[in-house]
Structures are given as C-alpha cells and as structure tokens.
C-alpha cells in the first residue's frame, strides 16, 4: 500500500506492532519518508532506531499515555520525531488525556535546543483543536474527528484554521524533514 502512495506525498508510518526492527527495511524500501515506532513495543529502541539511521527516513517514537517521559531521554539524539499519545491507542473516537498537557510541556523541555519535531495524537477534535494548538506541538495528528462521517475537507479547514488562530507569533514554525513547514 505504501509503494502504491506517488512519491510526492510524505508517506507516514506510524508502526504499532511488536518487536518492529526487522519489518523496518520493508517500510524504508517502499518509500516511507517517516517511521514512528513505539518505545513499548520493542525491548531494544536504540536498536530501531540506529536501523533507520542513515536511510534518509525520519526516525520517530511514540509514547503510549502510561509510559513516563524519561524512558525517551537515553533514545532523544538518535530521533528526529517525539509522537505523545494523548489517547492509549487501539481504537478511535477516544477522548484527549488531560494530564497530555503536562507531558508536551516536559518533553518540550527535554528536546531543549534539539532538531526534534514534537508531535501530540489522538483525542484531537475540533472542540479542542484551539487547546491542543496552544501546547506549542508542532505536529498534530488527528483522525476521527476528520473522518466523523461528514465533509472530511471541511472537517480538516475547520481545524487548520482553529490552528492559525492559535499559533502564538513567539514560537517559531519547525519545519519538516523536507524542509517544510
């Protein structure tokens, strides 16, 4: 399905499956321009992520909502992408995960000074589109409440602008492994 995505479309794999070190060269050879694989579901994460060292990929990890931040601190120099669930993932239509603030407050302080993308998913509808924004993520995953049944475009404006509003002048746009913001 991946390599059925034309090249000029950022193809991101958000990997959700055990012990994912030796399915990683599949999703890198199908043209995956990011791979985000969770910390929990490997006993080795450095191990996932010096197998996509060098392979041109952006290298992520994912953080179930139970898993403490510090477990990222020894994996924070050989990643490019923070993904916090704001939700435990498995199923949709969840609701967002207060304490979620907290935690993007932390990790913004552990990245520092790092070129670290900080990426919130899960929970995000567009009744709370304007408080997740004001979190200062620069990566915002949304699915449900895109695909709610209605118009997904309209769904998807409707959230972007809440978006724009909310962007704060003082923070600068991080931009993307292609260089876009």
């Known amino acids: 399905m991946i390599k ?16 994912p070190v030796d399915k990683l060269q599949a999703y890198v050879d199908a043209g995956a321009g990011i791979v985000t694989c969770h910390v ?14 060098g392979t041109g990929v952006v290298r992520g990890i994912a953080l179930n909502p139970g898993t ?18 704001a ?4 199923w949709s239509g969840q609701k967002f995960i207060p304490g979620t603030e907290r935690r993007v407050a932390a990790a913004r302080e552990l990245i520092g000074g790092r070129d670290v993308v ?50 704060t002048p003082a923070v600068p746009a991080r931009p993307s492994a292609s260089g876009q913001v």
């Open 4 to 19: 059925a995505i034309p090249d000029n479309f950022v193809k991101d794999c958000h990997l959700m499956v055990d012990e």
């Open 40 to 53: 929990e579901s490997t006993r080795h994460p450095h191990r996932v992520l010096q197998s996509l060292a």
């Open 68 to 85: 403490p931040l510090e477990v990222v601190e020894p994996l924070i120099d050989d990643l490019e992408l923070l993904l916090l669930q």
């Open 87 to 90: 939700i435990n993932p498995g």
């Open 118 to 167: 900080l990426g919130v998913d899960g929970g995000v509808t567009k009744a709370n589109i304007g408080q997740v924004a004001s979190l200062r993520a620069d990566l915002v995953v949304s699915g449900s409440a895109i695909f709610d049944g209605a118009s997904p475009a309209d769904n998807l404006a409707c959230m972007m602008e809440a978006l724009r509003r909310e962007k």
